[in-house]
């Protein structure tokens, strides 16, 4: 289902008018045309994300709170936390294979499965929140997600952006391209291949594992998301040296995977409902980040984390890698090439048009205090 121009603006207002229909004076309204004439449905949803990631798992409550509500209580999902019912990085299988009928995750968990997949969250020196969500919704993404979902028996749709991440904490500093052989960093997605190619040994871990890894001296550096998560998983405890940017994740999507047979099988007004909540609870996130992330950044650093920025050197040498990297997985994957080569043309025409106004704007106006 490819979304079509205005597609935002006409689910917000069915999603606004169902939730009033059914919360005011006894969902007389509503009711006929949703309630009474459809089914009582209850669904579970497995995150990849554990309840103390309030943001991250707590877009799946968002999006569930509105589906009831727009539904009058007729069609419930419950959600469950990572390790719940299924281990963090294994929701896609989850879904895939009915276990459960949905998921919340980031697509490019599943990068061992299809490296096409990274363009479902992040790619590297790639795009932004605003401009991944214009490829998704405007451009070729959501199509092109969907035809690689639908290999997996899954529908995707949009669950959240978390922004430009952090690079990570790290407990030596960084200075030079030498300083990355042999570092043990967990990271996840495409980047971590990128960088084996100057020497880390990428890790994956799922968020509940990261600290004690650091702590334990398992790894030696390690990214999440930024400063609100990145506060609440403790990492500033066990590494000082507060990087950025995630080169690697200009704007991270995350998805909500429903089996498909199961999407197929719901009644239109409910799949209508359904994705209303589901653009609910993408906005939600990243506003709710870019409230959060700020304050945050002011208590690490008042607790004794050091900004780092990665120098140009470093910067030249992983934009390299990452150029060898995408021509090597091109050339033996005709379907990350086919969507590499359409992401690139739009993230290449987003660059240009950000460069000019966006850009001018942000490097004078943000260096100044209103």
């Not at 309204?29 to 669904?43: E, G, H, V």
């Not at 995150?47 to 103390?52: A, G, I, L, N, R």
């Not at 949009?158 to 030498?178: C, D, H, L, N, P």
Request: aromatic letters at 12%; proline letters at 4%; glycine letters at 8%.
């Amino acid at each position: 289902m490819e979304h079509k121009k205005g597609a935002f603006v006409e689910r917000r207002s069915f999603l606004k008018k169902a939730t009033i229909a059914t919360g005011v004076g006894g969902a007389t309204l509503a009711a006929p045309a949703i309630a009474q004439s459809q089914p009582n449905l209850n669904w579970r949803l497995v995150s990849s994300f554990p309840k103390s990631l309030d943001n991250l798992y707590g877009t799946s409550e968002i999006f569930a709170n509105a589906l009831r509500k727009a539904t009058d209580g007729k069609f419930n999902v419950k959600v469950f936390a990572a390790g719940e019912i299924v281990p963090p990085l294994q929701v896609q299988d989850a879904v895939q294979n009915g276990t459960v009928e949905v998921g919340h995750t980031a697509g490019y968990y599943s990068l061992g499965k299809d490296s096409a997949f990274i363009f479902d969250t992040a790619a590297p020196f790639g795009m932004t929140a605003r401009q991944q969500n214009a490829w998704m919704l405007h451009g070729n993404g959501m199509k092109l997600m969907r035809e690689l979902y639908a290999s997996y028996n899954i529908v995707n749709f949009m669950g959240g952006q978390t922004g430009t991440q952090m690079g990570g904490w790290f407990r030596k500093e960084i200075k030079t391209v030498a300083d990355l052989k042999g570092l043990k960093f967990r990271i996840a997605g495409f980047a971590g291949n990128i960088l084996s190619k100057l020497g880390v040994v990428p890790q994956q871990l799922p968020a509940g594992e990261i600290y004690s890894a650091l702590e334990k001296g398992t790894i030696d550096a390690a990214e999440f998301v930024g400063p609100y998560d990145d506060e609440k998983l403790g990492l500033a405890k066990v590494a000082k040296n507060y990087y950025y940017p995630a080169w690697w994740e200009g704007g991270a999507s995350l998805s909500f995977l429903v089996n498909k047979k199961k999407w197929d099988e719901l009644p239109p007004a409910y799949q209508a409902a359904w994705e209303a909540a589901c653009f609910l609870a993408h906005t939600e996130m990243c506003a709710k980040y870019d409230a959060l992330n700020p304050p945050a950044l002011q208590r690490l650093l008042q607790n004794g984390a050091v900004l780092r920025k990665f120098n140009t050197q470093i910067l030249d040498a992983c934009f390299t890698a990452t150029q060898e990297a995408y021509a090597e997985e091109a050339a033996k994957n005709p379907r990350f090439k086919a969507i590499y080569e359409d992401y690139r043309r739009f993230r290449n025409m987003e660059a240009q048009w950000f460069n000019v106004a966006e850009q001018a704007f942000a490097q004078y106006s943000f260096n100044k205090k209103l």
